[in-house]
Antibody
Framework: QVHLVESGGGVVQPGRSLRLSCAASGFFFDTYRMNWVRQAPGKGVEWVAVIWSDGSNKYYADSVKGRFTISRDNSKNKLYLQMDSLRAEDTAVYYCARGDDFLAFDYWGQGTLVTVSS | EIVLTQSPGTLSLSPGERATLSCRASQSVSSGYLAWYQQRPGQAPELLIY???SRATGIPDRFSGSGSGTDFTLTISRLEPEDFAVYYCQHYVSSPPYSFGQGTKLEIK
Protein backbone atom coordinates (compact mmCIF):
# COMPACT_ATOMS: atom_id res chain seq x y z
CA GLN A 1 0.00 0.00 0.00
CA VAL A 2 1.43 3.35 -1.08
CA HIS A 3 1.98 5.73 1.79
CA LEU A 4 3.37 9.29 1.74
CA VAL A 5 3.89 11.23 4.96
CA GLU A 6 5.04 14.83 5.02
CA SER A 7 6.70 16.50 7.99
CA GLY A 8 8.67 19.62 8.87
CA GLY A 9 5.99 22.28 8.59
CA GLY A 10 5.54 25.04 11.12
CA VAL A 11 5.61 28.78 11.70
CA VAL A 12 8.62 30.66 10.34
CA GLN A 13 9.51 34.32 9.97
CA PRO A 14 9.80 35.95 6.55
CA GLY A 15 13.29 35.54 5.10
CA ARG A 16 14.04 32.41 7.09
CA SER A 17 14.36 28.81 5.91
CA LEU A 18 12.51 25.56 6.43
CA ARG A 19 13.06 22.01 5.21
CA LEU A 20 10.15 19.69 4.49
CA SER A 21 10.42 15.92 4.29
CA CYS A 22 8.23 13.26 2.72
CA ALA A 23 8.64 9.64 3.78
CA ALA A 24 7.53 7.12 1.16
CA SER A 25 6.61 3.48 1.56
CA GLY A 26 4.76 0.70 -0.23
CA PHE A 27 6.31 1.15 -3.67
CA PHE A 28 9.67 1.26 -5.44
CA PHE A 29 10.51 4.86 -4.59
CA ASP A 30 13.54 5.01 -6.86
CA THR A 31 11.45 4.37 -9.98
CA TYR A 32 9.09 7.31 -9.67
CA ARG A 33 9.28 11.06 -10.15
CA MET A 34 8.19 12.93 -7.05
CA ASN A 35 6.48 16.29 -6.76
CA TRP A 36 5.69 18.99 -4.26
CA VAL A 37 2.32 20.71 -4.61
CA ARG A 38 1.01 23.46 -2.34
CA GLN A 39 -2.33 25.02 -1.46
CA ALA A 40 -2.62 28.42 0.14
CA PRO A 41 -5.51 28.85 2.62
CA GLY A 42 -8.81 28.95 0.74
CA LYS A 43 -7.08 28.77 -2.65
CA GLY A 44 -6.51 26.20 -5.38
CA VAL A 45 -3.60 23.81 -5.74
CA GLU A 46 -0.30 24.92 -7.23
CA TRP A 47 2.46 22.65 -8.51
CA VAL A 48 5.80 23.62 -6.91
CA ALA A 49 8.57 21.26 -8.03
CA VAL A 50 9.41 17.85 -9.47
CA ILE A 51 12.47 15.63 -9.29
CA TRP A 52 13.22 12.75 -11.60
CA SER A 53 13.48 9.23 -10.16
CA ASP A 54 17.30 9.27 -10.15
CA GLY A 55 17.54 12.94 -9.19
CA SER A 56 19.01 13.86 -12.56
CA ASN A 57 16.44 16.53 -13.40
CA LYS A 58 14.63 19.07 -11.26
CA TYR A 59 12.07 21.65 -12.31
CA TYR A 60 10.39 24.44 -10.39
CA ALA A 61 7.44 26.76 -10.64
CA ASP A 62 8.48 30.33 -11.43
CA SER A 63 7.09 31.44 -8.06
CA VAL A 64 9.74 29.45 -6.15
CA LYS A 65 12.63 29.23 -8.61
CA GLY A 66 15.92 30.25 -7.00
CA ARG A 67 14.50 29.98 -3.47
CA PHE A 68 13.35 26.36 -3.15
CA THR A 69 15.39 23.20 -3.77
CA ILE A 70 13.91 19.75 -4.25
CA SER A 71 16.03 16.69 -3.49
CA ARG A 72 15.67 13.03 -2.65
CA ASP A 73 17.50 10.20 -0.91
CA ASN A 74 16.55 6.96 -2.62
CA SER A 75 18.43 4.91 0.00
CA LYS A 76 16.05 6.29 2.65
CA ASN A 77 12.91 6.55 0.49
CA LYS A 78 12.68 10.23 1.30
CA LEU A 79 11.84 13.40 -0.61
CA TYR A 80 12.82 16.87 0.57
CA LEU A 81 12.00 20.50 -0.09
CA GLN A 82 14.47 23.09 1.14
CA MET A 83 12.69 26.43 1.31
CA ASP A 84 14.85 29.55 1.66
CA SER A 85 14.01 33.26 1.70
CA LEU A 86 10.45 32.45 2.67
CA ARG A 87 7.71 34.99 2.00
CA ALA A 88 4.23 35.44 3.38
CA GLU A 89 2.83 34.21 0.08
CA ASP A 90 4.55 30.85 0.62
CA THR A 91 2.07 30.14 3.43
CA ALA A 92 0.30 26.95 2.40
CA VAL A 93 -0.26 23.27 2.99
CA TYR A 94 2.51 21.44 1.17
CA TYR A 95 1.80 18.01 -0.29
CA CYS A 96 4.18 15.49 -1.77
CA ALA A 97 2.73 13.52 -4.66
CA ARG A 98 3.96 10.57 -6.68
CA GLY A 99 4.20 11.33 -10.39
CA ASP A 100 3.85 9.18 -13.46
CA ASP A 101 3.97 10.12 -17.12
CA PHE A 102 0.72 8.29 -17.77
CA LEU A 103 -0.99 8.11 -14.39
CA ALA A 104 -0.47 11.77 -13.41
CA PHE A 105 -0.20 12.38 -9.64
CA ASP A 106 -1.65 9.11 -8.44
CA TYR A 107 -0.83 9.25 -4.73
CA TRP A 108 -0.65 12.20 -2.34
CA GLY A 109 0.39 12.66 1.25
CA GLN A 110 -1.84 14.31 3.84
CA GLY A 111 0.12 17.57 3.72
CA THR A 112 2.10 19.72 6.15
CA LEU A 113 1.24 23.35 6.93
CA VAL A 114 3.84 26.08 6.51
CA THR A 115 3.00 29.49 7.90
CA VAL A 116 5.29 32.40 7.11
CA SER A 117 4.60 35.21 9.53
CA SER A 118 6.43 37.65 11.76
CA GLU B 1 3.12 27.08 -20.23
CA ILE B 2 -0.42 25.83 -20.73
CA VAL B 3 -3.08 27.72 -18.76
CA LEU B 4 -6.17 25.75 -17.75
CA THR B 5 -9.48 27.53 -17.20
CA GLN B 6 -12.28 25.66 -15.43
CA SER B 7 -15.96 26.50 -15.59
CA PRO B 8 -18.19 27.10 -13.87
CA GLY B 9 -16.49 28.34 -10.73
CA THR B 10 -19.32 26.96 -8.64
CA LEU B 11 -21.96 24.43 -9.63
CA SER B 12 -25.08 23.96 -7.50
CA LEU B 13 -26.91 20.68 -8.02
CA SER B 14 -28.95 18.13 -6.10
CA PRO B 15 -28.08 14.50 -5.34
CA GLY B 16 -29.11 12.27 -8.22
CA GLU B 17 -28.54 14.98 -10.84
CA ARG B 18 -25.89 14.94 -13.55
CA ALA B 19 -22.85 17.22 -13.26
CA THR B 20 -20.79 18.49 -16.17
CA LEU B 21 -17.52 20.28 -15.42
CA SER B 22 -15.42 21.97 -18.08
CA CYS B 23 -11.67 22.51 -18.45
CA ARG B 24 -10.30 24.59 -21.33
CA ALA B 25 -6.59 24.74 -22.17
CA SER B 26 -4.81 27.76 -23.67
CA GLN B 27 -3.19 25.46 -26.22
CA SER B 28 -3.61 21.89 -27.34
CA VAL B 29 -2.87 19.28 -24.66
CA SER B 30 -0.41 16.81 -26.13
CA SER B 31 -1.44 13.17 -26.23
CA GLY B 32 -4.40 13.82 -23.99
CA TYR B 33 -2.37 14.20 -20.81
CA LEU B 34 -5.23 15.69 -18.85
CA ALA B 35 -6.17 14.56 -15.35
CA TRP B 36 -9.00 15.34 -12.91
CA TYR B 37 -8.78 15.39 -9.12
CA GLN B 38 -11.37 15.59 -6.36
CA GLN B 39 -10.65 17.39 -3.11
CA ARG B 40 -12.93 17.12 -0.12
CA PRO B 41 -12.62 19.63 2.75
CA GLY B 42 -9.56 19.03 4.88
CA GLN B 43 -8.23 16.29 2.61
CA ALA B 44 -5.56 15.99 -0.05
CA PRO B 45 -6.60 15.90 -3.70
CA GLU B 46 -7.41 12.44 -5.03
CA LEU B 47 -6.84 11.33 -8.61
CA LEU B 48 -10.11 10.54 -10.41
CA ILE B 49 -9.28 10.50 -14.12
CA TYR B 50 -5.98 10.33 -16.01
CA UNK B 51 -5.14 10.45 -19.72
CA UNK B 52 -8.41 12.31 -20.35
CA UNK B 53 -10.77 9.37 -19.86
CA SER B 54 -9.21 6.58 -17.77
CA ARG B 55 -10.60 6.11 -14.27
CA ALA B 56 -8.07 5.73 -11.46
CA THR B 57 -8.14 2.64 -9.27
CA GLY B 58 -11.27 2.39 -7.16
CA ILE B 59 -13.10 5.32 -8.76
CA PRO B 60 -16.82 4.59 -9.37
CA ASP B 61 -18.05 4.39 -12.96
CA ARG B 62 -20.39 7.34 -12.46
CA PHE B 63 -17.26 9.45 -13.05
CA SER B 64 -16.19 9.84 -16.68
CA GLY B 65 -13.82 12.07 -18.59
CA SER B 66 -13.80 13.11 -22.22
CA GLY B 67 -12.37 15.66 -24.62
CA SER B 68 -9.44 16.41 -26.85
CA GLY B 69 -7.29 19.29 -28.02
CA THR B 70 -8.19 22.20 -25.78
CA ASP B 71 -11.61 21.21 -24.39
CA PHE B 72 -12.13 18.59 -21.71
CA THR B 73 -15.09 17.52 -19.57
CA LEU B 74 -15.61 15.65 -16.32
CA THR B 75 -19.09 14.16 -16.02
CA ILE B 76 -20.64 12.71 -12.88
CA SER B 77 -23.70 10.80 -14.04
CA ARG B 78 -25.70 10.67 -10.79
CA LEU B 79 -24.47 12.74 -7.89
CA GLU B 80 -23.99 11.05 -4.55
CA PRO B 81 -23.69 13.08 -1.31
CA GLU B 82 -19.94 12.36 -1.12
CA ASP B 83 -19.37 13.87 -4.58
CA PHE B 84 -19.89 17.43 -3.39
CA ALA B 85 -16.34 18.73 -3.33
CA VAL B 86 -13.85 20.80 -5.35
CA TYR B 87 -12.58 19.41 -8.66
CA TYR B 88 -9.34 20.34 -10.42
CA CYS B 89 -8.08 19.55 -13.88
CA GLN B 90 -4.36 19.23 -14.56
CA HIS B 91 -2.09 19.11 -17.56
CA TYR B 92 0.89 16.80 -17.15
CA VAL B 93 3.63 15.77 -19.56
CA SER B 94 7.28 14.87 -19.38
CA SER B 95 8.33 18.53 -19.41
CA PRO B 96 7.03 20.68 -16.55
CA PRO B 97 5.42 22.94 -15.47
CA TYR B 98 2.41 20.84 -14.52
CA SER B 99 -0.43 23.33 -14.46
CA PHE B 100 -3.70 22.98 -12.56
CA GLY B 101 -6.97 24.70 -13.26
CA GLN B 102 -8.38 27.03 -10.62
CA GLY B 103 -11.02 24.52 -9.56
CA THR B 104 -14.79 24.05 -9.70
CA LYS B 105 -16.71 23.81 -6.45
CA LEU B 106 -19.63 21.40 -6.65
CA GLU B 107 -22.13 22.30 -3.95
CA ILE B 108 -25.46 20.94 -2.82
CA LYS B 109 -28.42 22.95 -4.10
Amino acid sequence: QVHLVESGGGVVQPGRSLRLSCAASGFFFDTYRMNWVRQAPGKGVEWVAVIWSDGSNKYYADSVKGRFTISRDNSKNKLYLQMDSLRAEDTAVYYCARGDDFLAFDYWGQGTLVTVSS
Amino acid sequence: EIVLTQSPGTLSLSPGERATLSCRASQSVSSGYLAWYQQRPGQAPELLIYATSSRATGIPDRFSGSGSGTDFTLTISRLEPEDFAVYYCQHYVSSPPYSFGQGTKLEIK
